[in-house]
Antibody, heavy 122, light 112 residues
C-alpha cells in the first residue's frame, strides 16, 4: 500500500528554519513526482512546491527563495527545507504523490500523507 | 497566476438529492500539450484531501459513480447525483496547467 508519512513540523520562531521529511513506502519516489501542499487550519489548500523525476523543481511565489524541495532516493524520502520562516507560513504541510499510471504521469497528486503542523510564532 | 473561483462556497443539501459545484478559471486551462489539467478533491474534517477526478472527468480509483466531472476551457462542474452522508466535507478544484498550481477556495457541502 502506498503511504507517505510527514515529520519535522513543530513550533519555530519567525526567521527560523525547519526541514520537513516525507518518507514514502509502497512506491519509489523517483518513479513519479512529489509535491508539497499546505493548509492553514480551517482554511483552503495552497500548493507549495513540486519535484519531478528528472529533478526539476518549481515553487509558489510566496516561498520561492526561502523553501527548497529535494529528495534522497536511497531513503525514498522527499524533503522541504524551510528558511526565513514567517507567521504566514503557519500551516499543516502535506506531502502528496504525483499521479502516474501506465507510464503516464498526470498533473495532479493522487495519494496524500496525513500532514505535519508547522507553527511559526514567537 | 490563474485564479480559480468556486461557487457556491457553502452548499446545504438534502440526502438523496443532487448537488453541483462550479469551478471557473481566470484563464483557459488547456495546456500546450492539448490536455486540461483540472482535478477535483474531497476533504473530510481532520483528513487529507482525496482525489476524485483528474483531467476534468476521469474518475479516480474507488470514486463512486454518483460523482461526475465535466467542463472545458474555463468552466468546470462537479456533480453528485444523489448525496450521501459520506459526501459531506469540502470540495476543491485544482488547476495544474500552469505554475503556480492553484486551488479553488473550496465548497463546503453539508446535510440540511
Amino acid at each position: 500500500e502506498e503511504q507517505m508519512v510527514e515529520t519535522g513540523g513543530g513550533l519555530i520562531q519567525p526567521g527560523g528554519s525547519l526541514r520537513l521529511s516525507c518518507v514514502a513506502s509502497g512506491f519509489i519516489v523517483s518513479s513519479t513526482y512529489m509535491t508539497w501542499v499546505r493548509q492553514v487550519p480551517g482554511k483552503g489548500l495552497e500548493w507549495v512546491s513540486v519535484i519531478y523525476n528528472d529533478g526539476s523543481t518549481f515553487y509558489a511565489h510566496s516561498v520561492r527563495g526561502r523553501f527548497t524541495i529535494s529528495r534522497d532516493i536511497s531513503k525514498n524520502t522527499v524533503y522541504l527545507q524551510m528558511n526565513s520562516l514567517r507567521a504566514e507560513d503557519t500551516a499543516v504541510y502535506y506531502c502528496a504523490r504525483g499521479h502516474c499510471s501506465g507510464g503516464i504521469c498526470y498533473n495532479n497528486p493522487d495519494h496524500w500523507g496525513q500532514g505535519t503542523l508547522v507553527t511559526v510564532s514567537s | 497566476d490563474i485564479v480559480m473561483t468556486q461557487t457556491p462556497l457553502s452548499l446545504p443539501v438534502t440526502l438523496g438529492q443532487p448537488a453541483s459545484i462550479s469551478c471557473r478559471s481566470s484563464h483557459s486551462l488547456v495546456h500546450a500539450d492539448g490536455n486540461t489539467y483540472l482535478s477535483w478533491f474531497h476533504q473530510r474534517p481532520g483528513q487529507p484531501p482525496r482525489l476524485l477526478f483528474y483531467m476534468i472527468f476521469n474518475r479516480f480509483s474507488g470514486v463512486p459513480d454518483r460523482f461526475s466531472g465535466s467542463g472545458a476551457g474555463t468552466e468546470f462542474t462537479l456533480k453528485i447525483s444523489r448525496v450521501e452522508v459520506e459526501d459531506v466535507g469540502i470540495y476543491y478544484c485544482l488547476q495544474a496547467t500552469q505554475f503556480p498550481w492553484t486551488f479553488g477556495q473550496g465548497t463546503k457541502v453539508e446535510i440540511k
